[in-house]
């Protein structure tokens, strides 16, 4: 008989950044141009079918961090893992996205989590360059190694690679796809 | 707690659960569902199994139970029907009840403002960018304008500032084209000037000839005149173009300019003597058509002058003695 676990993620991140129009590609394989704000939480349900279980992976799409709308953290109860989602043509988005890391880690601990850099079908207006980037991906793999007896541990997802949700007993799950939501998943 | 007369109590009631669809779910200490009602199909919830785990059925309480604390609210949940609900937590001895309350239109109101608030935010951030991305273009721009301005300053030296002026103001075109005008032109050259070299240094003829050169020049630039070009040690200016008084008017500037060269070089002259140098020259002019054509080439423009034109010339500066004649 397969397995059935069923985890839940939150998507993270500033306004606008795109997180539910990943949560729509991931599960609707659907993409819109019209940009339409979320308010509190809408939860979706993706089903994975790995080889020997089969995963339900319970998405919580959280209103954008901003100046007004700050992060429940009680949203957070129970969560598996999160995702960070920034925009790739807006820097400051990566700063409310490490800021959130924070936050998360401070009251939950290490959790599992991908850091996301979203519109990458905009890559001629990004403003992140590839350097810090790259400082960025060591700063915080490194973090993360630095913790003894942690199985669960961050890693920064950059590029054409898809989503990719750690689960609590540390194997991956990975659905192909290109971190913009418009791309084919 | 005061106690509302009983009839607006149960109005009160029937107002929320109607207006706001309650619906409900009882959970026991082992997340099985005990019981379910109200408007459960508002929440898509109308197929739920009662003695069967909650979480599987209701997928939106993975995580959230057991409860952690006896009362917890989640607001503004959106579920797969669409709607939006508060979520209640409220335990109850070894259970939990899970209380829905229809918050659509709360939603939509307040997404309606978070929308026009984020709209402007993100123009507001656009606008920042673009900013910088002109100051971006400028500063390219000021540098490209600084090389230019480097590179016709150099230019310059190699042009008449007449020419230069005219070229670089936008007022002359410098586009391949032949044409015809009638302009002054004025010849000189330094009497002797091959026997006066063998009898001095490089480095003394070159300091000659450029004392002699940029006084004559400025004389030539304070007439109106095109100083054209240097040959050796002769001198051509034209009058005429780019700025012209009329033939007559440019002949008179051109006899004006030439009877200052030679006062100009007699003092010089009095000045190289003393230095063991001596010199005089010789010129003369004429108005004549000539013709400006870039020839085969675009890499120059430059007037060309009938060929009787410099024969004239030379043999009116050979004919007259040096110092005097004009």
Known sequence: ?185 | MEVLPASLAERLRELTYNERAVAYLHVDAALTLMGADGHLDNYGLAAVRLGEPVVEQVYFLEGLLPLEESSYFVPSVELDSGRAADLHFHQDGATVWVVLLDVTAARDAARQMQQKAYEMTLLQEKEVQLNRRLESLNRDLEAANDFLVTISTKISHYLAPQIYKSIFSGQKDVAIHTGRKELTIFFSDIKDFTATTERLQPEEITFLLNEYFTEMSTIALKHGGTVDKFIGDALISFFGDPETKGTVEDARACINMATEMQSRLAELNVKWRSAGKNSRSACAWASTPASATSATSAALTAWTIPPSVPRLISRRVSSRSPSLDI
Not at chain 1, 58 to 81: F, P
Request: charged fraction near 25%; charge should be positive; aromatic fraction near 6%.
């Open chain 1, 1 to 185: 008989m397969t397995t059935v676990l069923q985890k839940k993620i939150c998507m993270l991140g500033g306004f606008s950044v795109g997180k539910t129009s990943l949560v729509k590609r991931y599960v609707q394989s659907v993409f819109s141009e019209t940009y339409l704000t979320t308010v509190g939480v809408k939860i979706d349900k993706k089903t994975v079918d790995l080889s020997d279980r089969i995963v339900n992976l319970i998405l919580w799409d959280l209103a954008g961090e901003d100046d007004i709308n700050s992060l429940r953290m009680t949203n957070l109860r129970g969560a598996a893992g999160y995702v960070l989602v920034a925009d790739g043509t807006r820097p400051s988005t990566l700063d409310v996205a490490l800021s959130l890391h924070k936050r998360v880690e401070a009251d939950f601990g290490p959790l599992p989590f991908v850091l996301l850099l979203n519109k990458s079908d905009l890559k001629e207006q990004w403003a992140i360059s590839d350097i810090a980037l790259a400082e960025l991906q060591q700063r915080l793999v490194g973090a993360a190694k630095q913790r003894p007896n942690r199985r669960r541990r961050g890693g920064c997802l950059q590029g054409p690679r898809g989503p990719r949700f750690e689960l609590n007993d540390g194997s991956p799950t990975r659905e192909p796809g290109r971190t913009s939501a418009r791309a084919d998943l």
